[in-house]
Every structure is written in structure tokens, then in C-alpha cells.
């Protein structure tokens, strides 16, 4: 199941965090509705 993180955190180290914890994307915010529908399409790839 993919994970998509939307937040406010913009740090490699977190995004790693992420990866690591089984995050399949990333997103920060502000994202336009453009940004997260193709941020979608790449998790769902």
C-alpha cells in the first residue's frame, strides 16, 4: 500500500526517516492540487 507524506518538514534526513519507516512519496506543504495529483501518479506507479 502506498504511503504518501504531505507535510511541513522539508529535511533530507526526515524524508529518509520516512523512507525508511515505508513511505512511498513526499510532498510539502503549501502543494498546489497539480503538485499532489502528480505526486499521486508517481506513488501509484
Do not use: H
Request: hydrophobic share 50%; aromatic share 4%.
Amino acid at each position: 500500500m502506498p504511503i504518501l507524506f504531505l507535510t511541513t518538514e522539508s529535511q533530507q534526513a526526515r524524508r529518509m526517516e520516512a523512507k525508511a519507516a515505508g513511505a512511498s512519496g513526499w510532498l510539502v506543504k503549501p502543494a498546489t492540487a497539480d503538485e499532489l495529483l502528480n505526486t499521486i501518479k508517481l506513488v501509484l506507479r
